[in-house]
């Protein structure tokens, strides 16, 4: 299995950008998927999340209005669209994979920088 997330990068403050995760080697759309993000010296957070239909979706409080999470089955790929984006977005974006609700998530990608200047 594997999760390759892309899409990160750096901008200004206000800004926007697009993370893409594309999965392969797992039957996507039997996964719920999830984007989180770890900031220097600071512990993982969870960001979005979506279920396997992509019917249904959830967020952070800190990212609500701002970052909408899709998914693509048909693609294998799960986007995060983030607007209006602020310093204190900056991190490390991880997306991941579980089968089952509110059960920990079985599989991880490998992390794609997002760096937001004020």
């Known amino acids: 299995v594997q999760l390759q997330a892309s899409g990160g990068g750096l901008v200004q403050a206000g800004g926007s950008l697009r993370l893409s995760c594309e999965a392969s080697?797992?039957?996507?759309?039997?996964?719920?998927m999830g984007w989180f993000r770890q900031a220097p010296g600071k512990e993982r957070e969870f960001v979005a999340r979506?279920?396997?239909?992509?019917?249904?979706?959830d967020y952070a409080d800190a990212v609500k209005g701002r970052f909408t999470i899709s998914r693509d089955n048909a693609k294998n790929t799960v986007y995060l669209q983030m607007n209006n984006l602020k310093p204190e977005d900056t991190a490390v974006y991880y997306c991941?994979?579980?089968?089952?609700?509110?059960?920990?998530?079985?599989?991880w990608g490998q992390g794609t920088q997002v760096t937001v200047s004020s």
């Open positions: 991941a994979a579980r089968t089952l609700p509110y059960a920990k998530y079985d599989y």
């Open positions: 080697g797992l039957t996507f759309s039997r996964y719920g």
């Open positions: 979506i279920v396997w239909t992509g019917g249904s979706s």
